[in-house]
């Protein structure tokens, strides 16, 4: 007995894995060799390829391709319509399935809506992609990365919201009350 919920127009592929209370809605396909993790939600039209892992509560929302050679940690959200690449130089007429390069996405980032994420980078945990920015390098965790192509434009709580840093290079989430510090170009919850 299957321990998920499948809209009746979601195509699922035999050999695929999914989580317990993980939801897949209208017209997305699940491929073979994919894993999905518990308590995920599979938004409408969305394209889960063979081999791609997505960890623990992952929020996956409307029209987003997830290709092979994609891993998302837990937590991670991806915005309507993003778009994961899996090969640097395509082309029709030439098969370079051996060479699909490794995209990761770690623990609590978020990729905008319509953000591209060319293939081979790794987003840090809780990193934020901005709405539309196209990331041709790695993200550090934590940053906030916005344009074409994405540049890092400051710093981000694991609850989303802008850091300031003082002068002693700290920070409080102003909404969670966490405090974050900021050390050789990198940041670390306390």
């Known amino acids: 007995m299957e321990n998920?919920?499948?809209?009746?127009?979601a195509v699922i592929d035999p050999g695929s894995s999914i989580g317990a209370g993980t939801r897949i809605w209208h017209f997305s396909h699940i491929m073979t060799g994919?894993?999905?993790?518990?308590?995920?939600n599979i938004g409408q039209n969305v394209v889960v390829s063979p081999e791609v892992v997505l960890g623990n509560?992952?929020?996956?929302?409307?029209?987003v391709s997830i290709y092979t050679g994609v891993t998302c940690a837990d937590d991670v959200f991806l915005g309507p319509s993003c778009v994961f690449t899996n090969v640097i130089n395509p082309r029709s007429a030439v098969s370079r399935k051996h060479q699909y390069e490794r995209t990761k996405v770690e623990k609590g980032a978020t990729?905008?809506?319509?953000?591209?994420?060319?293939?081979?980078?790794?987003?840090?945990?809780?990193?934020?992609?901005?709405?539309g920015a196209?990331?041709?390098?790695?993200?550090?965790?934590?940053a906030l990365v916005v344009g074409n192509p994405s540049r890092q434009t400051g710093w981000v709580s694991e609850y989303g919201c802008r850091l300031e840093f003082d002068d002693?290079?700290?920070?409080?989430?102003?909404?969670?009350?966490?405090?974050?510090?900021?050390?050789?170009?990198?940041?670390?919850?306390l």
Do not use: F
């Open 4 to 9: 998920y919920q499948a809209h009746e127009t």
């Open 111 to 131: 990729i905008g809506a319509n953000a591209t994420i060319v293939c081979g980078h790794t987003i840090g945990a809780y990193a934020l992609v901005g709405a």
């Open 34 to 40: 994919c894993i999905i993790g518990s308590d995920c």
């Open 168 to 189: 002693t290079n700290m920070a409080v989430c102003p909404e969670s009350g966490e405090r974050y510090q900021l050390s050789d170009g990198q940041v670390s919850k």
């Open 134 to 142: 196209v990331v041709t390098k790695d993200v550090l965790p934590y």
């Open 57 to 63: 509560r992952v929020k996956v929302q409307n029209n």
